[in-house]
Nanobody
Framework: QVQLVESGGGLVQAGGSLRLSCAAS????????MGWYRQAPGKEREFVVR????????YYADSVKGRFTISRDNAKNTVYLQMNSLKPEDTAVYYCVVNIGQRVWGQGTQVTVSS
């Protein structure tokens, strides 16, 4: 089994920054991608960003391009999400996801941006 442990959520004012972390552990033989989705109240879960584990290619949702940056530490099976210039519309529960041939989801971490 694979477990994901997320950290770094919290409350921040608009324009501020937060950094999320997600560490994968367990029976991991190969990671294809890791990334983040988010779900705001009353809305569907949406894609935010992902990174390929081998080549490091990054794919961002248009809504976060230029503000969010994903990075990885292969040795630690950990992915980081640096979120800058946060907006109230970024408020959501952020879910880490790892693709190991199937998707495994984290428990989610709350990010709240006040105006």
């Amino acid at each position: 089994q694979v477990q994901l442990v997320e950290s770094g959520g919290g409350l921040v004012q608009a324009g501020g920054s937060l950094r999320l972390s997600c560490a994968a552990s367990g029976s991991i033989f190969s990671i294809n991608t890791m990334g983040w989705y988010r779900q705001a109240p009353g809305k569907e879960r949406e894609f935010v960003v992902r990174i390929s584990w081998s080549g490091g290619s990054r794919y961002y949702a248009d809504s976060v391009k230029g503000r969010f940056t994903i990075s990885r530490d292969n040795a630690k099976n950990t992915v980081y999400l640096q979120m800058n210039s946060l907006k109230p519309e970024d408020t959501a529960v952020y879910y880490c996801v790892v693709n190991i041939g199937q998707r495994v989801w984290g428990q989610g971490t709350q990010v709240t941006v006040s105006s």
